[in-house]
Each structure stands twice: as C-alpha cells, then as structure tokens.
C-alpha cells in the first residue's frame, strides 16, 4: 500500500461546477499537507499549504485536512477551463524531511 | 527572482550516449531535488542535496545516475549510459525548508532513442 493514495482520473466536470479533489494517507504523523497545480508539459507549482487539521481558503479554492481520517481535500468553487491541470497532494512529517507525494488527478473542465 | 532553472528544455539522444542535465536553484535556497515523471511512476525523487550535500540518494535508479552539486547555484544530474526507459521528465526542485513548499523549474524532457 502506498503512503499517499489519490485517484489519477481523469475527471471531467462542466464550467462553474464544485470540483472535489481527494487523497488519503496511511501515516498519522504527517502534519504539512499541500496541493500542486501542474499544467501540461510545465513543472508543479504550490497552490496551497494547510499544517496539520483544518480549513484553509484562497480564492475559489479551499483546502481541508481530516487528521482522524486521514484524508485531505481540495475544492475548487466555479471551476474555470484555465483550472484543466493535474493536481498533485504532498505531505511531510515535519519541516524536515522530505515531501510524499500522491500520483495526481487529471481534471478537465468543460466549457 | 527567475525561479528555478534547468536546461536544456529538451534533449534526444541515442541509446548509450551520456546526457547531463542542469539546474541552477533559487538564490538562497539551501535544498534541492531532482525528480523524474512519467506516466506510469508519476513523480519519483532521485536525489536530494542539503546545503550542497547529498542527503538522500536511495531513488537513484542504478549506477548509470549521477547528480552533483559542485556549489550553491549549481547542480547536474548525468546519465551514462542512457537507456531508452530513461526516457522521462526530470524536474529540479529547491526550497528553503524540506517539509514545506518547493518550487519546480519547467523540467528536462529526455527522449533515449
């Protein structure tokens, strides 16, 4: 079993709609959480940073961690064509030590 | 500040020939990464450095991989021989703190032919 476990997709939803994006995780020690945004042929970039449990908003998008599940969430409000990425959750124990990261999740957003 | 930058974007070669590919990190940043993706393995760390030393080199695949980081602004990864399943995408990463966000340069796609 992997450490970190997220759906690779592809999931395809219509312009406007909430879009869910999961993973879970195996180690309970984990506390950073984050989730990268990777367009086509370009290299990840960091959308959003949560330690340990709790909500975390920016924008349309809103991070969430469930410690007790051991699950962590993206939601992306009135989802746009420009958010069609593959995202990517990581995580680390602490800030030193190095990222695990989960296989990603194709999104399509249709117009 | 530029980001992280790699070269080149873009490199074919035939199989057997050596390939080295370059990374110059953020200025300041004391860690730095290569990774490899590709479809079927997602993303894979190879190698990590810490203020220029090699901490954590167990995702090398074999003794064809070999990274370097001669100084702060500098490092190479070299393949020799290449091997068509070395064909991939090779990512440099750096950050200031290892457990917190990295930033990605734009990456090294290798086709081994």
């Known amino acids: 079993q992997k450490e970190v476990e997220q759906d690779p997709g592809p999931l395809s939803v219509p312009e406007g709609a909430i879009v869910s994006l999961n993973c879970t995780y195996s180690?309970?020690?984990?506390?950073?959480f984050m989730w990268y945004r990777q367009y086509s042929r370009k290299g990840p970039e960091l959308l959003m940073y949560t330690y340990s449990s709790g909500n975390k908003e920016d924008g349309r998008f809103t991070a969430q961690v469930d410690k007790s599940s051991k699950y962590i969430s993206l939601f992306i409000r009135d989802s746009q064509p420009s958010d069609s990425a593959t995202y990517l959750c990581a995580m680390s124990l602490n800030s030193n030590y190095q990222l695990i990261w989960g296989a990603g999740t194709k999104l399509i957003i249709k117009p | 500040d530029a980001g992280v930058i790699q070269s080149p974007r873009h490199e074919v070669t035939e199989m057997g020939q050596e390939v080295t590919l370059r990374c110059k990190p953020i200025?300041?940043?004391?860690?730095l990464f290569w990774y490899r993706q590709t479809m079927m393995r997602g993303l894979e760390l190879l190698i990590y450095?810490?203020?220029?030393?090699?901490?954590?080199d167990s995702g090398m695949p074999e003794d064809r991989f070999s990274a370097k980081m001669p100084n702060a602004s500098f490092s190479t990864l070299k393949i020799q021989p290449s091997e068509p399943r070395d064909s991939a995408v090779y990512f440099c990463a750096s950050t200031l703190s290892v457990g917190r966000g990295y930033t990605f340069g734009s990456g090294t796609r290798l086709t081994v032919v």
């Open positions: 180690n309970s020690a984990f506390q950073y």
């Open positions: 200025s300041g940043h004391n860690s």
């Open positions: 450095f810490n203020n220029n030393v090699p901490i954590d």
